[in-house]
């Protein structure tokens, strides 16, 4: 099993910045992809960006240029994912989500964090 903790969110005004941190441990040698999902009252979660264990990275077109995906994988016992958001807008306010991927389920994903509220004023 892998367990996600993520941190960092809360209330900023509309062209400020946030950190979010994601720790994933337990398992984590079962992880492909990590990834950032969002959730808006009334609308459906988004995956907002993802890295492969290679670092590859993928935005989703409303953040990009915004967002920037990061991963940590120095330690044996816990992966590390960042998401760096500058210039936010009151369209980011969304609950969001870390997410995990795991080896041989495509691209599901398999382990989820509690979720971190990011609220933007304008």
């Known amino acids: 099993q892998v367990q996600l903790v993520e941190s960092g969110g809360g209330l900023v005004q509309a062209g400020g910045s946030l950190r979010l941190s994601c720790a994933a441990s337990g398992s984590i040698f079962m992880i492909n992809a990590m990834g950032w999902y969002r959730q808006a009252p009334g609308k459906q979660r988004e995956l907002v960006a993802a890295?492969?264990?290679?670092?590859?990275?993928?935005?989703?077109d409303s953040v990009k240029g915004r967002f920037t995906i990061s991963r940590d994988n120095a330690k044996n016992t816990v992966q590390i994912v960042y998401l760096q958001m500058n210039s936010l807008k009151p369209e980011d306010t969304a609950v969001y989500y870390c997410a995990a991927n795991r080896v041989g389920a495509g691209g599901r994903y398999d382990y989820w964090g509690q979720g971190t509220q990011v609220t933007v004023s304008s």
């Open positions: 890295i492969t264990r290679g670092g590859i990275t993928t935005y989703t």
